[in-house]
T-cell receptor, first 114, second 116 residues
Framework: AQSVTQPDIHITVSEGASLELRCNYS??????LFWYVQSPGQGLQLLLK??????LVQGIKGFEAEFKRSQSSFNLRKPSVHWSDAAEYFC????????????FGTGTQLKVEL | GAVVSQHPSRVICKSGTSVKIECRSL??????MFWYRQFPKQSLMLMAT?????????EQGVEKDKFLINHASLTLSTLTVTSAHPEDSSFYIC????????????FGPGTRLTVL
């Protein structure tokens, strides 16, 4: 069974600073990887996804993530954070043959200081 | 495109009553829909997977008689919380995916259920 670990429960950054949110996964084959963002009381919005191909994936809102198979990681990055990026971020893993099921990490709460 | 709606967005009910939550895919046919439950400041926990025209598949520990799921059409799935109790209070989120291969899940905005 697949699993996802997001080691950082809370992260605080200053507006304009760079950001990296960590995600490690466990899965026997090549996983499908996702990053979602959730604002309070809202559903999830997809930031980016990795299925195959180029391991550096560009997403919406200036986010990118890099798939590193050797480290079983899929960290999310943004070079310059905006105050509106404050939200909860979830990493998720899916698997072919898994019925499109997703397993979510526990989330990282991002706070942006002005 | 790929919009999923949920109704209602918020519902408050008395203990012992039943509540129905609707999940609709507005601009695509969703062969599979998923129902998640999210407690405050926690991650999403998959409750069940429903395929159009079939019985839902429930995750371990989820009471299928309490959480009734119907996926009667390619654009609508419903979750009914029967005989709701305060411990059922939570944020319920649905998602939908189209057919063919591995497909991205599109999430609804969620429904906040409060049982008094």
């Amino acid at each position: 069974a697949q699993s996802v670990t997001q080691p950082d429960i809370h992260i605080t950054v200053s507006e304009g600073a760079s950001l990296e949110l960590r995600c490690n996964y466990s899965y026997g084959a090549t996983p499908y990887l996702f990053w979602y963002v959730q604002s309070p009381g809202q559903g999830l919005q997809l930031l980016l996804k990795y299925f195959s191909g180029d391991t550096l994936v560009q997403g919406i809102k200036g986010f990118e993530a890099e798939f590193k198979r050797s480290q079983s990681s899929f960290n999310l990055r943004k070079p310059s954070v905006h105050w509106s990026d404050a939200a909860e971020y979830f990493c998720a893993v899916g698997a072919m043959g898994g019925g499109n099921k997703l397993t979510f990490g526990t989330g990282t709460q991002l706070k942006v200081e002005l | 495109g790929a919009v999923v709606s949920q109704h209602p967005s918020r519902v408050i009910c008395k203990s012992g009553t039943s509540v129905k939550i609707e999940c609709r895919s507005l601009d695509f046919q969703a062969t599979t829909m998923f129902w998640y439950r999210q407690f405050p400041k926690q991650s999403l926990m998959l409750m069940a997977t429903s395929n159009e025209g079939s019985k839902a598949t429930y995750e371990q520990g989820v009471e299928k008689d309490k959480f009734l799921i119907n996926h009667a059409s390619l654009t609508l799935s419903t979750l009914t919380v029967t005989s709701a109790h305060p411990e059922d209070s939570s944020f319920y989120i649905c998602s939908a995916t189209a057919s063919g291969g591995y497909n991205e899940q599109f999430f609804g905005p969620g429904t906040r259920l409060t049982v008094l």
